[in-house]
């Protein structure tokens, strides 16, 4: 059975802990880390099978696990990443914003070689992934329209400098334009969907995202539309948000706990 540290106890660590506690996940939940201790205890009380609640995040690597699951935020990722594969642990990682620092990704994608192990990203918010990678050479546009209602995008980096006031918005509102680098570093809990694209496909400079705020919507809708000389692909994916944070959707936390089902059985599998 495989051994799981976890890095963050919020909406999605406390759903992936539980599907581990209720065996649908095949795997030992032994350790895990918040910053807020309240948020680790008040997730261990969840818990059935109770893991080890550690002081430090660099601590779940350094104890006996096979992999190390980060739900927490791009400050955790640059933080623990390069330390747990040096402890020879493999990672899956959700704030994959983090990645589009080229340094960041460089130096931890030399690491997976050195050290022999993986860095898991889930598909997270969207679908898709599995064509644009198999297009990636042929690529000549990629972008991602993301809508969500304004309180999902409250407390983003980006309204510390910009005049909008998310409570004044009354009708479907473009507050964003322009590239997945810029957008993750400005809405870093809200975007890393474009992450994930741009690292799949044409890179984080050449991926266009828009961020449109709609008072009107109770999903969270990404809208994905890649073209080049394979033809044209068009992904609408339109997601209920996690009752616990509407920032994050309910399908991000499905596509971690299947990621990692996958990680912990040795089984037939399906797709790209
Ligand atoms: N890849 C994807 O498609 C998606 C990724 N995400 C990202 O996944 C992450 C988790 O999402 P949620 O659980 O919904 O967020 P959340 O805000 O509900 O929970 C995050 C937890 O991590 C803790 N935390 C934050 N920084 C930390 C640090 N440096 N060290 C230790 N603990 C720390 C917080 O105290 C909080 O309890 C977020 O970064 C979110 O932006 C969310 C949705 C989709
Ligand atoms: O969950 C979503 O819809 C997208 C999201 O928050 C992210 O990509 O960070």
Redo the contacts with the bound molecule.
Sequence with gaps: MKRIGL???????TQIALAIDSGQIPATLTHV????KE?SALLVEKLTNKPEIVEN?HLLSSNPVDIVVE??????VM?VSLSVLQNKKDLMI???GALLDESIYDILSDACKDFKKTIYL?S???AGLDGIKSVKNELESLSITTTKHPRSLKGAKFFETSDINLDEINSSTVIFEGTAKEAVSLF???I??AA?LSLTGVGSEKTGVKIVADPNTEKNTHHIVAEGKFGKMTFTIENYP?E??P???RL?IL?AIETLKKYCLNDIQIGT
Excluded at 7 to 13: I, K
């Design positions: 890095l963050g106890c919020g909406a999605m660590g880390f918040d910053e807020s948020k995040s739900a927490a935020s791009q400050d955790a933080d959700m704030s994959v889930p997270g918010a969207i870093p809990a809200n890393n969907v994930l996690d616990n944070n920032k994050t959707s991000a596509s």
